[in-house]
């Protein structure tokens, strides 16, 4: 399976292979089979894929994490909009993470300045609203991929793939464990089965008389999806963060949405919402990959 990233008359800077598959071959990946099966293995022990997931950071005394990311190519993360509403400052870009209280981990983990005027805004996004809530960040210098740190494969809108309510999507963070909470240290993974659009508007029609974020209300003709159930949803500190359909032949991932806003965190009857990602597509070939 190709990356559905890189699109057919646009160049790019380098081949770019996007995240890695569990089958028995991938000749896309440039991987031996037993490198395969060791990769496989580590996720399934782990079951998170650490090596698409970035952290947005702030340097003060030490790193203040405040959102979530994604790489999708050597020089660009892909991230939510609102993630720099206000005063908040990005100074630092980790990659290769996974547990923030060990320094001993054996992949090491890379942290990368975002370049000059390098946090790139939707131009449709306007705070405080959450429509086209996405955002890019070029990084200060390419990264060197390893087997370990990947690009993400991005859903484009030529890609068929089951969406519909009840579907199971995967979220993956650092971000609080219960509305309140501390960060969590580690990566977290968490199952969120899809919501469709008419009971996910109807939900928070009745929590806010007058919602902000969403003053339209949240239908597919603003790019929005809702995942997630009691128990099972993304929180605090999870935004900026990939919303991920796992390929059933291939096992590659591919980006769906992006983490926008919620309700508490696994509030029955209310979903988190996330920005798809399809729907930007041209945009983000435009600026990424169009060279």
């Known amino acids: 399976m190709d990356c559905p990233t890189v699109m057919k008359n646009y160049r790019i800077k ?42 947005l950071g702030e340097r003060k005394t030490t790193n203040d994490w405040f959102c979530g990311g994604t790489l999708i190519s050597d020089d660009y ?16 870009i980790r990659l290769g993470e996974h547990d923030l209280n060990s320094d001993t981990e054996s992949v090491p983990v890379v942290d990368i300045s975002p370049a000059q005027d390098g946090i790139i805004i939707h131009p449709d996004f306007k705070s405080p609203a959450r429509y086209a809530d996405i955002a890019l960040i070029r990084l200060s210098k390419p990264v060197n991929f390893t087997k370990e740190i ?9 890609q068929r793939l089951d969406l519909s309510p009840e579907t ?27 919501v469709d659009l008419q009971s996910c508007n109807a939900a928070y029609s009745k929590i806010y008389r007058k919602v902000v974020q969403i003053p339209d ?40 949405g992006i983490s926008s806003f919620g309700y508490g965190c696994g ?25």
Request: aromatic share 8%; proline share 5%; net charge positive.
């Open 267 to 291: 509030v029955d009857g209310v979903p988190g919402v996330y920005t798809k990602v399809a729907p930007f597509q041209a945009w983000i070939n435009r600026i990424v990959f169009q060279r």
């Open 168 to 194: 199971v999507l995967t979220f993956a963070g650092w971000g609080t464990v219960g509305y309140g909470q501390e960060l969590s240290p580690t990566l977290q993974e968490v199952k969120v089965p899809l």
């Open 14 to 55: 380098r081949p770019i292979i996007c995240d890695w598959g569990g089958g028995n071959e991938n000749p896309q990946t440039h991987l031996t089979r037993n490198e395969q099966e060791q990769l496989r293995q580590r996720r399934q022990h782990l079951q998170l894929s650490d090596h698409r997931s970035v952290l």
């Open 77 to 92: 993360v892909l991230t939510s909009a609102h993630c720099f509403e206000g005063d908040r400052r990005l100074d630092v």
């Open 150 to 158: 990947l690009p993400a494969c991005l859903h484009n809108s030529k």
């Open 217 to 256: 209300g949240i239908t597919d003709r603003n790019y929005m999806l809702c995942a997630g159930k009691k128990g099972k949803d993304s929180c605090q500190g999870d935004s900026g963060g990939a919303l991920l359909y796992e390929d059933p032949k291939s096992s590659r991932f591919m980006v769906v």
